[in-house]
């Protein structure tokens, strides 16, 4: 189905807020609709209700089988997920609790305040993991004739979404590489900036699941005891090598994730 432009804001909006809701337990709800991009609480809880027929306070506490039956609903709204995708998702976050007890991190995580990193990136999305390894080989394709390949260069991939209340067709991903050169975009390429910010900061192997599971045992494990908590639902990973030429579950990544001071 078509979605207009004010379709799409609103859709990744409220989007984002179903993410914040289940993720930040804790996060007061008025904080949620502000960091979701919504100018008012009474103007997010309209927003919500239409889209997901249940306010955002209901959601926050819904069981898997009842999220399971919102997700059918909405997703015939943009475009139908295949029902086991859906459940398969749900299920993982649901869950998560006993999963990310069991994670261990070596080194354990740290806050690092982190310089402003330039990306020249391709957005794709999560549908398909051939999706990524093709963005991956047409930004490196692009850069090479642009002398931008160096020996110490970063590949950098960027979670904008997580496959949870967004399908995976509509979860979008930025394929990057680091680049130190001036340069401009091209039809297709765009780029960004990572902001100069302080992040929590953890290294890791393996596959998208278990990447996301870290994320969530960072959140839930580690950030409060050091002072710190989320205030953005993206996550940076800095790739040794690019998952063009290596599976990415095997490839050493640096997690980034900006947070901010109790």
Not at 23 to 28: G, R, S
Not at 106 to 123: E, G, L, R
Not at 155 to 160: C, S, T
Request: net charge neutral; charged share 25%; hydrophobic share 35%.
């Amino acid at each position: 189905m078509f979605e207009s432009p004010k379709q799409y804001i609103i859709r990744l909006r409220v989007e984002k807020a179903a993410h914040y809701l289940r993720v930040f337990k804790d996060m007061p709800i008025s904080e949620i609709a502000q960091l979701s991009g919504f100018s008012s609480p009474s103007i997010f809880s309209r927003a919500f209700k239409d889209y997901f027929n249940v306010t955002a306070e209901e959601l926050r506490e819904m069981s898997c089988d009842d999220m399971y039956k919102i997700s059918k609903s909405f997703d015939k709204k943009i475009k139908p997920l295949k029902p086991q995708d859906t459940q398969y998702w749900i299920d993982r976050i649901c869950s998560s609790k006993e999963r990310i007890n069991e994670l261990s991190f070596d080194p354990p995580p740290i806050i690092s305040f982190m310089k402003p990193i330039q990306v020249a990136c391709i957005q794709t999305n999560i549908s398909n993991w051939e999706n990524i390894v093709q963005a991956f080989k047409n930004i490196t394709k692009w850069a090479i004739p642009r002398d931008l390949i160096l020996s110490d260069t970063k590949y950098v991939g960027i979670w904008l979404d997580m496959p949870f209340y967004t399908s995976p067709d509509n979860c979008r991903y930025l394929a990057g590489i680091e680049i130190k050169n001036d340069c401009k975009p091209n039809k297709g390429v765009d780029i960004i900036t990572i902001p100069e910010h302080r992040y929590a900061k953890f290294s890791m192997a393996g596959n998208m699941e278990s990447t996301l599971d870290h994320i969530l045992a960072l959140n839930n494990r580690y950030l409060d005891a050091m002072g710190y908590k989320m205030n953005e639902l993206i996550c940076y990973e800095m790739l040794d090598q690019s998952p063009a030429n290596k599976p990415y579950e095997s490839i050493n990544k640096t997690i980034l994730l900006p947070v901010q001071a109790q």
